[in-house]
């Protein structure tokens, strides 16, 4: 028995060795699984941050594009007021045209100010991250909007008719 190794003890050494590389690499497995998941959870909360920035961005984006226009139709409505009240001494009817485009104008400013701080209110919110990001609509998607029965803005009908040809030719002629 000197010098010979029984094999029953060789096999159990091994066995042992091989259970302690099992477990350790059981634990490294666990460890890494540990890793991998907080990696995912940072990946994941730095999407949503990247996607809720990129969604404020558009956001803003529309805002001053709104902001833009609105600064270009605000001299549009004041010019046509001007020539509207020049006309009225020639035509009194003009007077009415001229109170629809100050109540166009009214209106219209009224409801970019409120469309402009509910978009101030959607970037904050998505920037502080209590919003889910919502892509805006396609100007090309339909969009039904609200109307509002109550006011229903109505052209005077001097200006709704349509003359014809003729109709402007006898005006001219007489």
């Known amino acids: 028995m ?3 190794t029984d094999p029953l003890e060789t096999l159990n050494r091994d066995l042992a060795r091989s259970r302690d590389k099992r477990d350790a690499c059981a634990s490294e497995v666990t460890t890494l699984t540990a890793e991998i998941a907080v990696l995912e959870a940072r990946i994941s909360a730095e999407n ?3 996607e809720h920035e990129r969604v404020a961005t558009e956001i803003d984006m ?3 594009r709104m902001k833009v226009q609105y600064l270009a139709f605000v001299p549009v409505i004041a010019e046509m007021r001007e020539a509207t009240q ?3 001494t020639i035509i009194p009817a003009a007077r009415e045209l ?3 485009l100050h109540v166009i104008g009214t209106e219209v400013g009224n409801a970019i100010d409120g469309l402009l701080a509910d978009l101030d209110e959607r970037i904050e919110a998505l920037r502080t991250g209590h919003a889910a ?6 100007p090309n998607e339909s969009c039904e909007l609200a109307q509002d029965n109550h006011r229903v803005l109505r052209l005077p009908e001097w200006l709704s008719r349509k003359k014809t040809l003729e109709d402007q030719c006898n005006t001219v002629a007489a």
């Open 86 to 88: 020049t006309a009225e």
């Open 133 to 138: 990001p919502e892509l805006p609509q396609s």
């Open 2 to 4: 000197f010098g010979k």
């Open 98 to 100: 001229d109170e629809l």
């Open 62 to 64: 529309i805002k001053t």
């Open 48 to 50: 949503d941050r990247r």
